[in-house]
C-alpha cells in the first residue's frame, strides 16, 4: 500500500522534465546531509564520495554556513545587481586575498557554467577584434548553451544551430598516450601539435584559453607541470588570455588552496564554483587588474550576487580556511590514494589511481595493457556500493563510464574514509568474481 506522500512522490517523478519518462528507479531521494553523510527517504545512511557534485568541500550543512544563511535571510534576502550588499563587498574582499597572485578582482554569479560565460565574455570586452576562443578535446565547461559547445561533444547533440563554434585543441594523455610515445613526448607533442594550430590552422587572434587544470568530467586527465609551462608560454607568445577553469579543483580540493597553486600556473583569469558555497549555488571569476572591467549591461543576472549565497560563501570560505581543509584533503587524499594502490596490487581491475590531493580516481580496466575499458564493470561497483551504504561517483559522461569517482568532503572523517575504501576493495572482489563467471560459461 502507498502511502499519500509516496503517491504525491510518484506522480511528481511523472512531472519532472529531467528524469526519464516513469523517472530512474535507482534514484535514490535525499531528505538529509550533515558532513559527509546522507540519508534517503527510507532513513537508510551513506557515505557520500561525491560530495553531491563534488561540492561539499566543506561537510554538508556545517552550522556555520547555516547560522549566517539564516541570519541573511533574516536581513535582506535578494538584491538586484545595481546595489552592493555587505556580504558581497566582504566576500570579494576574502575572495581576492585568497586568490593565486595577481588575481585581484572578482565577480560572482551562481552556477560555474554562468561564471565561465562570465570570464569568456571578460575576454571578448578585453580583445574585441580576436576571433576565437580555444578550449581542449576532453574538457567539461557547463551545460549552458555556449559552454555545453565548450565541452566536449555531446552525443546526439541537438543544440548545435544555435552553439558557437570553439577551437578545439588537442592535449596529452598521461594514462593513453598517443601510439608508442612516453607521456612526457605525448605533452611535448601536443605543445607542437597546438603551436602549429595557432600558426597556420586558424584565421585571426585567438581572444582565450579555458582549460581546467584536472580535467573532470572529461575522465580525471592530469596533466604534467610541463604541460602547463608550456600552455602558459604559448599564451603570452600569442597575446592569449589563459583562463583557467578551477570550478571543480578549486577551494582545497587537491591538498592546495587551487590547483594553480598545486602545479605553479600563473592563471589570467581563474573561474571558481562548487566549494565556495559551502552548499549553496556560488560562483564566479577572479582576474587580473590589467583588465578591462565589464560596462555596465555587459554581464547582469537578476540574482547573480544573491546575498544568502555570498553569506553562505562567506562563513564556507572562513571555515575552509580556519578548519585547514586544504592540509585535511592533502592528508585524506594520502591515505586514499595509498590504500587503492595497494589495492591495485590485487584487483586487476583497477588499471589506473589518480589524484592529488581529495580529487581521487581509479580507471578500471579489463586489461592492464590494452587497457580496455571495464564500463559495465563500474557500473556494477557504483551499484554494489549503494547498497552497502556507500556513494562513489561515477563518469557517464560522452561515453566514459569506467571510472570511479572518490571526491568526499575534505573534511571526512578517517573512519569514514576507511569504510569506503573497505567497501570498495570487498565490491571489486565481488565483481572480479562475477567476471569470472562470464569467462566460464563462455
Ligand atoms: N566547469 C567545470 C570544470 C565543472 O566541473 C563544472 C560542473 N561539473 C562546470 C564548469 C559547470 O558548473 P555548473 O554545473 O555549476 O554550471
Not at 547560522?67 to 552592493?84: G, V
Not at 601539435?193 to 568530467?217: F, H, M, S, W
Not at 571558481?272 to 558555497?277: L, R
Request: net charge negative.
Amino acid at each position: 500500500m502507498l502511502t499519500h506522500q509516496s503517491q504525491i512522490h510518484a506522480r511528481g517523478r511523472q512531472a519532472l522534465l529531467h528524469e526519464p519518462a516513469g523517472g530512474d528507479p535507482d534514484k535514490l531521494t535525499l531528505v538529509k546531509a550533515l558532513g559527509s553523510l546522507v540519508w534517503d527517504e527510507a532513513g537508510k545512511e551513506y557515505i557520500d564520495c561525491t560530495a553531491q557534485a563534488w561540492s561539499n568541500n566543506l561537510g554538508a550543512n556545517d552550522p556555520r554556513v547555516i547560522e549566517a544563511a539564516i541570519e541573511q535571510t533574516r536581513q535582506i534576502t535578494h538584491a538586484r545587481p545595481t546595489f552592493h550588499t555587505p556580504v558581497l563587498l566582504e566576500l570579494a574582499e576574502l575572495m581576492v586575498s585568497i586568490a593565486p597572485r595577481g588575481l585581484d578582482r572578482v565577480g560572482f554569479t551562481l552556477h560555474g557554467s554562468m561564471a565561465v560565460e562570465m570570464a569568456l565574455k571578460l575576454a571578448m570586452r578585453n580583445r574585441p577584434d580576436a576571433q576565437h576562443i580555444a578550449i581542449l578535446h576532453d574538457a567539461y565547461h557547463g551545460r549552458s548553451l555556449t559552454t555545453m559547445a565548450a565541452s566536449w561533444p555531446h552525443p546526439g547533440n541537438v543544440f548545435g544551430v544555435l552553439q558557437p563554434r570553439f577551437l578545439r585543441l588537442p592535449r596529452p594523455d598521461l594514462y593513453r598516450p598517443r601510439a608508442n610515445l612516453t607521456s612526457a613526448e605525448d605533452t611535448d607533442l601536443s605543445l607542437q601539435l597546438i603551436r602549429d594550430i595557432l600558426a597556420k590552422g586558424t584565421e585571426g587572434p585567438v581572444a582565450a584559453l579555458i582549460y581546467e587544470p584536472i580535467q573532470g568530467n572529461g575522465g580525471h586527465n592530469v596533466f604534467s607541470t610541463r604541460w602547463h609551462r608550456g600552455i602558459r608560454e604559448i599564451c603570452d607568445e600569442h597575446g592569449i588570455m589563459l583562463i583557467i577553469d578551477e570550478v571543480q579543483t578549486g577551494l582545497g580540493r587537491t591538498g592546495r588552496m587551487w590547483a594553480s597553486d598545486y602545479y605553479g600556473i600563473d592563471p589570467d583569469v581563474l573561474v571558481f564554483g562548487k566549494g565556495v558555497g559551502g552548499g549553496f549555488p556560488l560562483a564566479g571569476v577572479l582576474a587580473k587588474r590589467r583588465y578591462a572591467k565589464f560596462l555596465a549591461g555587459d554581464d547582469q543576472l537578476t540574482f547573480g550576487q544573491f546575498p544568502i549565497a555570498l553569506a553562505a560563501g562567506l562563513a564556507a570560505v572562513r571555515a575552509i580556511i580556519a578548519d585547514d581543509l586544504c592540509a585535511r584533503a592533502a592528508e585524506n587524499g594520502k591515505y586514499a590514494t595509498q590504500r587503492l594502490l595497494e589495492m591495485q596490487q590485487r584487483h586487476p581491475l583497477i588499471g589506473d589511481v589518480r589524484s592529488p590531493g581529495l580529487m581521487v580516481s581509479i580507471e578500471l580496466v579489463r586489461d592492464r595493457i590494452s587497457k580496455e575499458p571495464a564500463t559495465t564493470e563500474s557500473h556494477r561497483v557504483f551499484e554494489l556500493a549503494q547498497e552497502r551504504g556507500v556513494i562513489f561517483g561515477e563518469s557517464r559522461y560522452g561515453g566514459l563510464g569506467n571510472l570511479i569517482k572518490i571526491k568526499p568532503p575534505l573534511d571526512i572523517s578517517r573512519e569514514h574514509l576507511a569504510t569506503a575504501l573497505d567497501v570498495l576493495d570487498e565490491v571489486l572482489t565481488i565483481v572480479e568474481g562475477e567476471g569470472q563467471e562470464r569467462f566460464h560459461d563462455h
